[in-house]
């Protein structure tokens, strides 16, 4: 599962530091009495009455002596019938489980079949119906799945749990003009009149929250990987759009099929884009659900890409599908590992500084969790919700660790461990001790201290790190201190670490260890080094606190070969912003290749706040032309509020080539607080672009002028009817807002209410911002029910920080 269009795209609700909430508890993979074999299920959808009726029939065996119930998740189910050979049997049924009870006992081994007959009418979740109304008359009729963790219960019985597996069928008779999109094989495909039925066959065990069903008016495009069907699904219309997106899939499974030794394993592949998705995408196997918000058109796709979202999802073909975490305190193993094999196919297809500048964001994008949210294990049994642990700490942490494991074991070694893993525990369900063992076998290598420190415990090492020459005895001195505080959640560390001389135009590696909170290390020198790097080759994820000379840094800057080592040396220019520091990075900005990096000393350059630095960004926008770095360099303009700034982003942003560069100057624009410049916001709120990103970003800036009027435009588009993308632009600035204007808050609760899972959140979110008793009233209900796991944490999270908010502006003391 990837949670690129919401998680990463929108600010999370700061929390209290604590990941454990009350009513958190030890969570273990439930008991069974049954194993299931085989799933098939047998349905027909109407979507007038969002209803689906299903029979399902279920092979069963024994795994207990004697056993006579079986028990299957199943939630408000309507209409419930049990058969077994032709023969009803007594069963009890709580509303969430139907417990059924065996006229005889059953022998350890034996095998048994059941059907099971029931309805379901909009279901809270698991099974989705998506269409038309009023206010978006041009929404086509869908309907989809999203089974993950534990959602499939909602729409048919089966024991919902990773530890289970079952292979499956599903035969679906939906309306004539729709086509049907399930696991594994179609089978057969048959007109009856007005309806169609598919019948879709899937022959390799599989848990429960993979199965899918996706139901649309679909195009379908046909491709191909070796002798495998690779198919893409989308509205008709956007089909170019879907080839652009999806066009790499075939090039990603001959990547990850030859580094594994490990083909893909399916009968086919295929990606369907669905309108109102909730996540980014879900790897449903061999049938990957994707949001349609990823078809992008030409001028998107300059500085756009479907790639990483795709490669996500085809990743977890191996890594969560044809082996899946037993039970989800180990899902670090479904989803770190789809995470780092995303960059791995980047590395594969654009190169090295991609692959690594990916793996920095990754790091950034946890370490501001860590900072702002909390710290956790992250393999933990102790969570309230299951969906608490698909954070960034279980996607971005866990593929810096995965890097980390590669680095220290070589690539051989890497990629035996992986095809000993996969073939070892093939269909199987797996724990993080399994994937131990299995690189300890392939490797020789016992890996259990790294997993002790980086898997079951919390946090990172942070380093302050000291070096001076001593020219009397020629000797290069470097002093480590480990300086996070250490306790029963974060460790002392003890691990491998490079570090690299260069001096008298020769650089030398040493490797050392580090494992005490204090270190000294003595290297001889002819002379006083120009450049000491510690970890060059940037595999170890950390925080370090590295004084340097500005010489040193200025060096680093230009000549350290690692796209890491240069970003970091620009954002310690850009903090002494001395002269010199000013000309290297300026120098630096024509002179430097990657883009990434471009970027970053764009961003350096705009926090030393110097005339110079402006020139430089200004100079930049006439000579640089990577979209991407244009973007960057629109954003660090905006920390200069001057009538240059205003003149020049306004003259160059119409005629940007990528969307995202275009919509960062309108952004720049709104920091420059000009009232002048509403009209022109207001202009770009007519503007048509993909998904909206013109249009959000007029928002934005609208939002930034704080004008009586913005508040007006906000709630405008806030208003159902408006792409989601949109609306959800304008719940965040309003939510900015608030402290401003008394009635916004109302306006943010009447919004809980909304269809939209993902506006939902927004408005969660928003509602944080305020100190007042009323919010978390409104978000009390959001915490508990039949909702969304990511709804429920959020408004938990936002109940604390309003009450923090309201501690401090009115503490019990009277004092502020």
């Not at 080539?657 to 309108?666: Q, R, V």
Request: aromatic letters at 12%; one cysteine or more.
């Amino acid at each position: 599962m990837d949670k690129f269009f919401e998680c990463r795209s929108h600010s999370e609700a700061l929390a209290d530091g604590r990941f454990s909430y009350p009513g958190s508890t030890p969570h273990y993979a439930p008991d069974r009495t049954f194993d299931t074999k085989h799933f098939r299920l047998v349905v027909a959808l109407d979507f007038a009455r969002k209803t689906l009726k299903g029979q399902s029939f279920i092979r069963l065996s024994a795994l207990s002596e004697h056993a006579s119930e079986m028990v299957f998740d199943a939630v408000d189910f309507k209409n419930l019938k049990v058969v077994s050979q032709g023969k009803a049997l007594k069963f009890e049924y709580t509303g969430r489980q139907i417990k059924i009870h065996w006229p005889k006992p059953v022998f350890r081994g034996a095998s048994v079949e059941v059907a099971i007959h029931y309805q379901v009418t909009e279901p809270k979740l698991g099974l989705h119906f998506v269409g038309p109304d009023r206010q978006y008359p041009d929404k086509p009729l869908q309907a989809w799945t999203q089974g993950e963790d534990e959602y499939n219960r909602y729409w048919f019985p089966c024991h919902d749990a990773p530890q289970e597996r079952a292979t499956t069928e599903m035969i679906v008779t939906v309306p004539e003009r729709f086509t049907a999109i399930s696991n594994g094989a179609l089978v057969r495909n048959t007109r009856h009149g007005s309806t169609r039925t598919f019948h879709w066959k899937h022959n390799i065990p599989q848990p429960p929250y993979l199965v899918s069903l996706a139901v649309g008016e679909f195009t379908e495009i046909k491709d191909h990987w070796q002798r495998v069907p690779v198919l893409y699904y989308c509205q008709p219309g956007r089909e170019e759009d879907a080839r652009r997106a999806f066009g790499k899939t075939p090039k990603m499974m001959e990547f990850f099929s030859k580094k594994l030794g490990v083909p893909y394993a399916y009968a086919k592949y295929s990606q369907v884009a669905a309108i109102d998705f909730i996540y980014g995408g879900m790897e449903n196997t061999s049938c990957t659900t994707q949001t349609a918000l990823t078809l992008h058109d030409e001028r998107a796709h300059l500085d756009f890409s479907s790639d990483p979202l795709v490669a996500h999802e085809l990743a977890h073909q191996w890594f969560g599908d044809l082996v899946t975490c037993k039970d989800w305190s180990h899902a670090w193993l479904n989803e770190s590992f789809a995470t780092y094999f995303e960059a791995l196919f980047k590395e594969h297809d654009m190169g090295y500084d991609e692959f690594m500048y990916e793996l920095r964001g990754n790091a950034d994008a946890y370490f501001d969790e860590d900072k702002e949210r909390y710290r956790r294990p992250l393999s933990t049994k102790l969570y309230k919700n299951t969906n608490d642990l698909f954070d960034r700490h279980l996607y971005e942490k866990g593929s810096c660790i995965l890097h980390m494991i590669c680095k220290q074991l070589g690539e051989a070694a890497w990629w035996r461990s992986m095809n000993l893993y996969l073939t070892r525990h093939r269909a199987q369900g797996v724990e993080t001790v399994d994937l131990i063992n299995a690189i300890q076998d392939a490797t020789g290598k016992n890996m259990r201290s790294f997993f002790d420190q980086w898997v079951f415990k919390g946090g990172h090492p942070e380093f302050k790190v000291r070096t001076w020459w001593d020219a009397k005895e020629k000797k290069v001195y470097v002093r480590v201190l480990q300086t996070q505080a250490v306790n029963d959640e974060t460790p002392l560390y003890t691990l491998p670490v490079t570090i690299e001389l260069r001096a008298g135009g020769k650089s030398r590696r040493f490797q050392e260890v580090v494992e005490k909170k204090e270190q000294l290390f003595s290297y001889p020198a002819p002379s006083a080094p120009d450049l000491v790097l510690f970890d060059p080759d940037h595999s170890i994820l950390k925080r370090v606190d590295f004084s340097k000379p500005e010489s040193m840094w200025v060096v680093q800057l230009t000549e350290d070969p690692h796209v890491l080592g240069r970003i970091d040396a620009a954002a310690a220019l850009g903090k002494l912003g001395s002269p010199n520091a000013l000309q290297a990075l300026r120098q630096a900005l024509f002179q430097e290749k990657f883009w990434g990096v471009q970027g970053e000393i764009a961003r350096a350059l705009a926090k030393t706040n110097l005339t110079g630095a402006l020139d430089a960004l200004l100079e930049g926008l006439r000579q640089i032309e990577h979209p991407k770095a244009r973007r960057t360099l629109y954003e660090a303009l905006g920390t200069f509020v001057s009538p240059r700034v205003l003149t020049e982003v306004k003259s160059r942003g119409g005629s940007e080539k990528g969307y995202s560069a275009e919509a960062e100057s309108i952004r720049t624009l709104g920091r420059m607080k000009d009232p002048a410049l509403l009209g022109f916001f207001k202009e770009y709120l007519k503007r048509e672009s993909w998904n909206d990103v013109l249009r959000c970003a007029a928002l934005e800036a609208v939002g930034m002028l704080q004008l009586s009027e913005s508040f007006t435009i906000l709630k405008e588009y806030s208003r159902y009817g408006y792409h989601p993308n949109v609306r959800m632009t304008a719940i965040r600035r309003l939510g900015l807002l608030g402290r401003l204007r008394g009635d916004v808050q109302t306006i943010l609760i009447d919004l809980l209410s909304d269809k939209y899972l993902l506006v939902q959140l927004s408005v969660v979110r928003a509602l944080a911002n305020f100190a007042d008793e009323r919010a978390t009233e409104a978000l009390m209900k959001y915490t508990s029910g039949e909702r969304d796991g990511r709804l429920k944490r959020a408004a938990e999270e936002a109940i604390r920080k309003i009450r923090k908010g309201m501690e401090n502006e009115f503490p019990a003391n009277g004092k502020k």
